[in-house]
């Protein structure tokens, strides 16, 4: 539905395929975000004395998911 708004006022959507560059990038960003979030993740354990319900890695996952298509953002 939104789409089909986008087209109507001139706006064509083209759905992307991978690149190799965004995976590169992603793969990168999430090195890099894996110590972050691990710290983040052992805070929340002594902070709230229970296992938060997002684990490092998945929380390292989707900041490189939110950050990567910031990057090829036209």
Not at 69 to 74: K, M, N, S, Y
Request: aromatic fraction near 10%; charged fraction near 25%.
């Amino acid at each position: 539905m939104q789409s089909q708004r986008l087209r109507a006022h001139g706006v064509q959507h083209v759905d992307r395929v991978p690149r190799p560059e965004f995976a590169l990038y992603f793969s990168l960003i999430l090195i890099v975000a894996v110590p972050f979030a691990l710290v983040g993740w052992v805070m929340a354990l002594v902070r709230e004395r229970r296992i938060p319900e997002c684990g490092p890695f998945a929380r390292a996952w989707r900041e490189a998911g939110e950050i990567t298509p910031e990057i090829f953002r036209p």
